[in-house]
């Protein structure tokens, strides 16, 4: 059964790096997608990015200018760095295995994405 | 605002059907997938792909698409079901991944 766990601190302070580390247990980290979400207190859940087991990375436009992730394939994890942060960036932060495929029917082809496992969250608040 | 568009509410009383509805362009292309999230816990996984069910979700639960519109149904929606509901998909440029804003699903 894969399990995902984050870890990091809970506690940042304003202009300052977040930083939070997820590891994956019963299975390889390879060879899947591996995506951070967030959800600030009372809203919906927004996707920050994902990173494959080789390290290429796809990150949300409107938070790629100050994020950066990062696989560590010994140890089975994969991180999250976000720069500069500020009140906005407090949520709880989740990791999640991310699957994707394309289906073709009739002369047309459709794609998506899954997240199938996920992590509990961890709360992050950014302090001024 | 999301790429994807999700009634805030919803309700159904127990027992009957209740289908939550995602739209967005990039859904002429594409499937959504579906989250269940109870409070205090994280999302889970109810339907992805073409009317596809993870292990150990209800086959009452059940997807599908029309258009630039995605539907999760509830047939004979149980007390348990009240949740909030995510969609997923891909963003119009077809390079990201968007969630809807979230339905929150009230069982009477």
């Known amino acids: 059964q894969v399990q995902l766990q984050e870890s990091g601190p809970g506690l940042v302070k304003a202009s300052e790096t977040l930083s939070l580390t997820c590891t994956v247990s019963?299975?390889?980290?390879?060879?899947?997608?591996w995506s951070w979400i967030r959800q600030p207190p009372g809203k919906g859940l927004e996707w920050i990015g994902y990173?494959?087991?080789?390290?290429?990375?796809n990150y949300n436009p409107s938070l790629k200018s100050r994020v950066t992730m990062s696989v560590d394939t010994p140890k089975n994890q994969f991180s999250l760095k976000l720069d500069s942060v500020t009140a906005a960036d407090t949520a709880v932060y989740y990791c999640?295995?991310?699957?994707?495929?394309?289906?073709?029917?009739?002369?047309?082809?459709?794609?998506?994405?899954?997240?199938?496992?996920w992590g509990k969250g961890t709360t992050v608040t950014v302090s001024s | 605002s999301s790429e994807l568009t999700q009634d805030p509410t919803v309700s159904v009383a127990s027992g009957q059907t209740v289908s939550i509805t995602c739209q967005g362009d990039s859904l002429r292309s594409s499937y959504a997938s579906w989250y269940q999230q109870k409070p205090g816990q994280a999302p889970v996984l109810v339907i992805y792909g073409k009317n596809k069910r993870p292990s150990g979700i209800p086959d009452r639960f059940s997807g599908s698409s029309s258009g630039n519109t995605a539907s999760l149904t509830i047939t004979g929606a149980q007390a348990e079901d009240e949740a909030d509901y995510y969609c997923n998909s891909r963003d119009t440029s077809g390079a990201h991944v968007v969630f809807g804003g979230g339905t929150k699903l009230t069982v009477l």
């Open positions: 999640a295995r991310l699957g994707s495929a394309m289906v073709t029917s009739g002369i047309s082809s459709y794609y998506y994405y899954y997240m199938d496992v």
């Open positions: 019963g299975a390889s980290i390879s060879p899947f997608y």
């Open positions: 990173i494959y087991n080789t390290g290429s990375t």
